[in-house]
């Protein structure tokens, strides 16, 4: 009767042990391996409980905002620890300052945080360069993990060790580079998100595939985007290598790293000036306007082929929505330009595309010639 008993405990055992191996390989579908962490593309649910079995942590408190919380930390909770903690702070780009960094920080004090604990930065690009940023400067520093739960954030602002918050009505100005424990990505947070945020997100797929050799090429973007949101993994991973190409070859942003600025000098202006009005642009809204004006600039400085600026305007005229630039004050937008943190002296540095695949950094463009490339988007945009 015991051998029955012995027979049976093991077959028990080989069987769980089986199910975890082939569930473990199903839902964690694609490891990015950077220098000092990894990004792990797959279920949450098993990529979380992987990481928290692996590390110990004196308490986890969970940044999100209003909507994650709603939409995303559901998924979550089954596998964090049940007397985790959460700081909500209110959703958007104009909350990305000082005053809600005021009010992490105030949280994590009163949930008794110290550098043992972990933050969980649960939202898009917003939630992670925000909660980042806290968690770095926290007591000089606490271990963060990011959760990235929109489609720019996950292609993006989760790569690549930038953290900071928006000054003055100048984007990102405060900040500093810092890694993440790790980076955990699932498709499936996509579902509940705006077609717009969808939309705004594949503007920096589009760059990838404008500024280097990517897998994928403008057209299966294009596919891609009509198709279901839970099948976007395989582009997600691959545009992710494209930003690991540039950001592992420079993390400081000394030089190469400065292609994937391209459509980010002029995008980033229109997205801080629109910011000030009743109608702000999302950010990828605002760098696909950014990528047309900058193809423009190619095409006059780097030789950019008359098709394939044709190519790129109709693309993102097509796509996203056309804003009357001439409402805007240029002179505000060089201004702008002006303080990007990409500059040296008084000149603005210009990420440029010699062909749709090839970019080529460090070039300047004066005020004439960037106040043309504004008109000629504007002059593409039937008003
Ligand atoms: N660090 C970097 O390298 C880097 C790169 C690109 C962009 N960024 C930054 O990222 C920010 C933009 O990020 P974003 O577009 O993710 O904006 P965001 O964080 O404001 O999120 C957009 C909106 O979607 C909501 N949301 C998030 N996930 C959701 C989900 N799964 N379901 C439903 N709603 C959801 C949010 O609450 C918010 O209202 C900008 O501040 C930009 O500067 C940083
Ligand atoms: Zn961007």
Known sequence: MPYV??????????????????????????TIQLADYHIQ????????????????????????????????????KPTLPID????MIPAGESFKNLRTCEIVWNALFA???DRKSLLINLGGGVIGDMGGFCASTFKRGMPFLQIPTTLLSQVD??????????FGNVKNSIGLFGNPKTVLIDPLFLETLSEREVRSGFAELFKHALIHKAKFSIQDLLQAFQGNRANLAPIIGDSLLVKKHFVEKDPFEKGIRKALNFGHTIGHAVESVALETDKPLLHGESIAIGMICEAFLSYQITGLSASDLECIVHTFLNMYPKINLKLFDYEQLIRIMQQDKKNEGTAINFTLLKKIGVSSINHTANAAQIKESLDFYAANCEY
């Open 111 to 113: 949930a008794g945080a």
């Open 157 to 166: 602002a989760s790569i690549g060790g930038k953290l900071g918050i928006d």
């Open 41 to 76: 593309i797959g279920t949450i649910q098993a990529s979380l409980s992987t990481f928290l079995k692996q590390h110990v942590f004196s308490k986890i408190i969970v940044l999100t905002d209003e909507n994650t919380e709603k939409d995303c930390l559901p998924l979550l």
């Open 5 to 30: 008993f012995y027979l049976f405990y093991l077959s028990y055992v080989f069987y769980v042990l089986l199910c975890e191996l082939c569930v473990t390989k199903q839902i964690i579908m694609q």
């Open 84 to 87: 985790f903690q959460t700081i």
